[in-house]
Structures are given as C-alpha cells and as structure tokens.
T-cell receptor, first 111, second 115 residues
C-alpha cells in the first residue's frame, strides 16, 4: 500500500519563528489533507490540497503531486500552534477509500 | 465545513462489558464512514470501513467479532467494542465525507478506558 512519510518527527520553535513540515508519499493520490490534532485529540482540518497551493492566515500549503510531496508552512508561530500535525492521503487507485495517515510531526512552540 | 459528531467523548467501562460509540454526520449524508484507532503518541490506524446498508470491511488484524460496526442510516454509524479488555483502551475516531473524493471530516474522538 501507499506509504506516507512526514518530517521532521519533532520540531521545537520559539514563538515568532517560521517552520516547514514535509509530507512524502509513495504513489499517486487524489486526496491529500493536513490536520492539526489538538491536546484533546480533535483533528482540525487545515487544508484539503491534492495539488496546488493554498493559504489560510499564517498557514499555507503546497502539494506537488507529480513529485509526490506536500509542504505545510507555519509563519510567525504561536504557542497555540503546538500539537501534532498529520498529513493524510487517499490513493488514486483506490478512490473513495479511507485516508492513510503519516506518523505526524510534533510541534512545540515556546514563548 | 461539514460536521461529524461522535459520542461519547470519554467512557470508562469494566472489563468484560460492551461499549457503543456513535458517529453522526450532522449536515450531510454519508454512505461510507471510517473508523480509526489511535494509541498514545502514535498515528491513526484504519480499523474498518462502514458501508450504509451492508457489512463493514475490516482491515487485516482487526477482529470483526470484537469491533461490531453498524451503519443503519446515511447519517449514523456505530462501533461496539464487545467484551472489552484493558488492551482495548484507546482513542477511537470516526470520519466521513460528502462525496467519493472530497474532503474528509472527523469526529471529536472517543477515549475508551477499560478497567
């Protein structure tokens, strides 16, 4: 099955710093989403981005489907950005099936 | 975005009892819902795909007799953990989406503790 690799596994930042999280996937996809899991476990949808670039406030994401990777950018990080960020993909050859998750990047932002 | 509601958010049960978790799509119909399990500091692992009006499809290694899934309507899927044991303690999360290849939304999750 498709493999999803996220890097780095852990990231420690000072408030105000910028960061880039990466997601590599091993096969073609028709769905790619970024999530932030808050301390209570809720998955917050950040981006639905199977291709292209999107921005939402301090966050932006880019997916280069032909090269099988996606990047999540966090600018001017805040302590509330702390948590686990997951990338999840839907394989192209299995349309309509469940998302496959990477292992996540744990972000810690200190003031 | 679409709303998926999961209930209860937290449950503690005694070993040997059964627990039912509900997953509802509040503002859309979902012919397919998905159930995941997450252990502490790990990623989400797909347990099963719930199909409205038919049997669920379980991932390899998931015991279908222990994790009973019922998708009786287009807005409700339930996961029943039968004869629960401490090793079943985990965080269970459901997911649904409006269309075949559209954005997926997740419930709040249920933290199950078996004592």
């Amino acid at each position: 099955g498709i493999q999803v690799e996220q890097s780095p596994p852990d990231l420690i930042l000072q408030e105000g710093a910028n960061s880039t999280l990466r997601c590599n996937f091993s096969d073609s996809v028709n769905n790619l989403q970024w999530f932030h899991q808050n301390p209570w476990g809720q998955l917050i949808n950040l981006f639905y981005i199977p291709s292209g670039t999107k921005q939402n406030g301090r966050l932006s994401a880019t997916t280069v489907a032909t090269e099988r990777y996606s990047l999540l950018y966090i600018s001017s990080s805040q302590t509330t950005d702390s948590g686990v960020y997951f990338c999840a993909v839907g394989p192209l050859d299995q349309a309509g099936t469940a998302l496959i998750f990477g292992k996540g990047t744990t972000l810690s932002v200190s003031s | 975005g679409a709303v998926v509601s999961q209930h209860p958010s937290r449950v503690i049960c005694k070993s040997g009892t059964s627990v039912k978790i509900e997953c509802r799509s509040l503002d859309f119909q979902a012919t397919t819902m998905f159930w995941y399990r997450q252990f502490p500091k790990q990623s989400l692992m797909l347990m099963a795909t719930s199909n409205e009006g038919s049997k669920a499809t379980y991932e390899q290694g998931v015991e279908k007799d222990k994790f009973l899934i019922n998708h009786a309507s287009l807005t409700l899927s339930t996961l029943t953990v039968t004869s629960a044991h401490p090793e079943d303690s985990s965080f269970y999360i459901c997911s649904a989406r409006q269309g075949r290849d559209t954005e997926a939304f997740f419930g709040q999750g249920t933290r199950l503790t078996v004592v």
